[in-house]
């Protein structure tokens, strides 16, 4: 059973929610990131999603591509963030790592070159945001041979045709994008997502986590109530950006980390209220 | 760089005239390349959009429409206008221009705008979007969509707004709001990709009218069929002008819609050698360019797969190029595959070539060319010398240079 997989199986038992922040490799530092990784770890965060830098970021809203204006700016490149993972995996053999970016740096490391490189980091799975079920046979055979899940959206405009063609493709844990836009966009409408999160169940049978939108303990713990995994990046990834601007970076990791626990809280009372599922 | 005739293929026997061309399939592929590389917000409304525009290229009373539009408001066909003053300065092969300069808003672009304007309407969009490098879709977007009435937003890089101020001012007098994009290079490929952010924020009501043959499926072929009409008059008109098919026809080359929209109605013409000329810059030994056909390697950008500028690690380089409208890393995925197949050869040359076709061809035939036509026209002054005086070369003059005045004139020192 992969850690993404085993994962899961516990928290059902538990009837518990997973917290599963983003951040992007390399911001502000490679070496704050993997000392962040660790703190979210110790915060209450149950999978992580490292987004690899790309210079034409389509699906990402502002606070996320400056973050990866950041990263670029140093040359933080694939290699180096699967180098974050090797690092990370030196005291960490629990956690899950998953990988999100755009598909051209691992076009052109090659498929199956960084299917082996990201199994031999560490890396547990890969979301590909510019990839859909359509375009993807190649990078799927490549992943699933070296045991890794591949992860994938799904939006509001998914219908059922779309959302059947992604279950067959689909493992480890599917994503919802919970408002039509880019990362950090809109408010997002709790009914509006437990009605599509239904549809999803109906035809996957793999956790659902829910992302774009959740910018608080607010919105963590209303989305607890419906999602298997609350996603959190442009509010984490605001703060990070915040603090190294006012030359504060070494608070990064204590401060993001107090975030995440405040998340953790109000899911889990969620979580005991009773209300998941 | 080769440009004697019989290194281009000319006189060689047909290639692929076996079977005929029927390029993308299904799934908007050109071989390996094209394709759908977008976030699945976007799949949907692709899916949709493939739909009308299959449904509606077959339908006469959307042609009938577009036809209308075209002759009346495009002033559509266009002439194809034998340049003999520069043809006898060359002294080798005839040149034959396809005058797109002549279209209402000065540039093949709007033949494109027009046509996916007309399928926003009936798709019942009230919004466009379109990105913009030298601002000529822009203006072409901000035209059709004063006239039709729709919401018009065009995103543009904040360095392309600064050099190209006069078309930037068109827009807004058309009533279109220009956004500045200031991330990344602050470019064309940074316009597209504020404006597919922005067409994932508001899929529901926005038609995103992309200007080239780029980005996802079923753009790169939609975007060909629109401007195909280029293609099909010039091929009837050399014909009825010159008593046969042009031994050249020849485009310069951005994203490349001017000359897939030339090519594509010559492709089963294997006897018709086809050049694309790309942006050389500085130079494609200083790495300061615009050419990915000529210089770059496959990968996806846009929503498709095709020739890129990138690095060891996959990030999208920066581009150069005096003229915007050819100052960006990809290119059109036909593109990408007529090179692999040979169909269709390309060349690059540079900015200073560039710039003394724009004077040689506005000093001996009183037409003075946009700096992206200005390549094409750098290729033919070269090429022509190697031909014989009873061949001939057809370019696509694909805009006109007024909105490049102030660029010129500061190359040249002066201050308008």
Known sequence: MSRIQTLF???????????????????????????????????????????????????????????????????????????????????????????MGYLNPIEVMGNAAFAEAASEAGMDGALIVDVPPEESHQLVDAIKAQGLDLVYLLAPTSDAARIEAIAEVASGFVYYVSVKGVTGAGHLDVDEVKSKLDAIRARIELPVGVGFGIRDAATAAQVAQVADAVIVGSAIVGRIEALAQEGQAERIPAVIGDFLSELRVAIDQTNDGGQHG | MATRADDLGLGKPPMMAAEPYQWPDARGHFGPYGGMFVPETLMHPLTELRQAYERYLGDPDFLRELDADLRDYVGRPSPVYHAERWSRELGGAQLFLKREDLNHTGAHKVNNTIGQALLARRMGKTRIIAETGAGQHGVASATVAARLGLECVVYMGEVDVARQEANVYRMRLLGAEVVAVKSGTRTLKDALNEAMRDWVTNVDNTFYIIGTVAGPHPYPAMVRDFQSVIGREARGQMIEQSGRLPDVVMACVGGGSNAIGLFHPFIGDTEVAMIGVEAAGDGLDTGRHAAPLCAGTPGVLHGNRTYLMEDANGQIQETHSVSAGLDYPGVGPEHAWLKDTGRASYVAVTDDEALAAFHGLTRTEGIIPALETSHALAYAAKLAPTMRKDQSILINLSGRGDKDMQTVARMEGLQL
């Not at chain 1, 983003?22 to 990131?33: N, V």
């Open chain 1, 9 to 99: 199986e516990r928290l059902r038992g538990e009837g518990r929610t997973a917290l599963i922040p983003f951040i992007t490799g390399g911001d502000p530092t490679p070496a704050l990131t993997l000392e962040l990784m660790h703190r979210m770890v110790a915060a209450g965060a149950d999978l992580i999603e490292l987004g690899v830098p790309f210079s034409d970021p389509i699906a990402d809203g502002p606070v996320i591509q400056r973050a990866t204006e950041r990263a670029l700016a140093q040359g933080v490149s694939l290699r180096d963030v699967l180098g974050i993972v090797r690092r990370f995996r030196e005291t960490d053999d629990q956690t899950p790592v998953v990988l």
